[in-house]
């Protein structure tokens, strides 16, 4: 009987491999790509698609995979295959939020994103109810009320905590929001916002942390007494640049450009396509200068590749948190503060600060008008910060 006509079980269990052993293959089951592979030991069901995406597939073994079932199985991969689905996946109406999850961690971490925007996420699908996470994704949209209430519910649980959970809420509808923007791509049925019911904004807090005009003096009192100067140096150089603390502490000397007059910041908010360069004053420049010494003083090692040195490598932001000073996002907007008593329009401020889209700082041409006058800028809010500072010596 030849191979092509073995398509029933009673066939399947007279075959034996080949002469000597070797392995015989059998192709002829009604289904493209599903192959029978028969060796000294067992029979093993396999389909390959070899249309793009290709696939390699094994389906189980014979006989507790029967050639119907086998068949069966091969032709349903076959249809998710065709309409663009993972082949051993949920169907589209099954996907739910738990199950795209994983799937939109991994373009997220192919695009590059910051690990902070992917903990963030993580964070705010860890806050999800299991019900909503598998709740197919059709289900959330047909009816709105479900994240209404998820969100509620995430508020009332964190009532306790800082801001009322109000901002976790906004956070865990803001990732709903998205991910399901990132499956509409591979499902353009899904039409519509789950979260369209919820807020996603919050209101503006009036209580965040700010090192103010009068007390910059202070401040730089209680910067002196810190015995690591490397710290010191770090502190300074955040009031100076207005820099997030995830930019400051990962600063690299082979980013330094002394003839363009600018440091490239390449871990940005948004990921490395936000990556900018940091335009730099001679405040700056001898802030660095001093770190690089004290860097090569006290962690010789890590000082040929970090701007500012820790134990770990690069100094951590997070201690400059607990040194009882202003540090991190409030020296940043302390920044803008004195940008604005300088007299720097907030056009400027936020292109030096990399706000919002692409930032002109994204490719600093230091001869350019445009690049004058940002160096201008910079120079006169760093006039304006050491002034307030009280000028101590050595610093300008």
């Known amino acids: 009987m ?41 029979r093993s069901w396999e389909l390959r698609i070899e249309r793009k995406p290709q696939v390699r597939k094994p389906l189980g073994e014979w006989p507790q995979v029967k050639v119907g079932m086998a068949t069966d199985t091969a032709r349903q991969m ?96 803001v990732f709903v929001s998205a991910l399901f923007g990132f499956m509409r791509d591979r499902d353009p049925t899904l039409l519509g916002d789950p979260v369209s019911a919820c807020q996603t904004t919050v209101p503006k807090r009036d209580d965040l942390p700010i090192l103010g005009i009068d007390e910059m003096a202070g401040w730089w009192r209680d910067v002196q007494k810190i015995g690591n ?13 207005g820099l997030r603390r995830a930019s400051l502490e990962t600063l690299e000397w082979k980013n330094l450009d002394l003839r363009r007059g600018c440091l490239r910041v390449t871990v940005a908010k948004g990921g490395s396509e936000r990556a900018f360069d940091l335009i730099l004053s001679r405040p700056m420049l001898r802030c660095l200068w ?56 907030e056009a400027t401020v936020g292109r030096l600060l990399n706000h919002g889209g692409k930032s002109v700082t994204a490719g600093y041409i230091k001869t350019s008008h445009l690049g004058r006058m940002l160096a201008g800028a910079q120079t006169d809010i760093s006039a304006a910060i050491v002034g307030n500072l009280g000028n101590p010596l050595g610093i300008a």
């Open 229 to 241: 100067p490397v710290v010191r140096e770090a502190l300074l150089f955040g009031l100076l640049s």
């Open 290 to 345: 001093r770190a690089r010494h004290a860097g090569r003083m006290l962690y010789p090692e890590a000082a040929a590749r970090w701007v500012f040195t820790g134990e770990a490598g690069h100094l951590r932001g997070n201690r400059l948190t607990k040194l009882g000073v202003y540090a991190n996002h409030a020296l940043r907007r302390s920044y803008a503060t004195a940008a604005t008593h300088a007299g720097v329009d």
């Open 78 to 173: 076959w249809e998710r295959h065709r309409a663009g689905q993972p082949v051993d996946g949920p169907n589209k109406d099954e996907m739910t939020i738990a199950l795209a999850w994983p799937l939109y961690e991994a373009r997220l971490r192919d695009e590059n994103r910051s690990e902070k925007t992917l903990l963030a996420y993580g964070h705010s699908y860890q806050r999800l109810s299991d019900g909503i996470k598998n709740r197919p994704l059709r289900d959330l949209l047909n009816d709105r009320t479900l994240m209404a209430d998820e969100v509620k519910r995430i508020r009332d649980k964190l009532h306790n905590q800082k801001r009322g959970g109000q901002n976790a809420a906004a956070q865990s509808a």
């Open 2 to 42: 030849r191979t092509r006509d073995l398509v029933t079980d009673a066939d399947i269990a007279k075959l034996t491999p080949k002469p000597g052993g070797a392995e015989r293959t059998l192709r002829s089951f009604g289904v493209p790509g599903l192959m029978l592979r028969v060796g000294r030991r067992k």
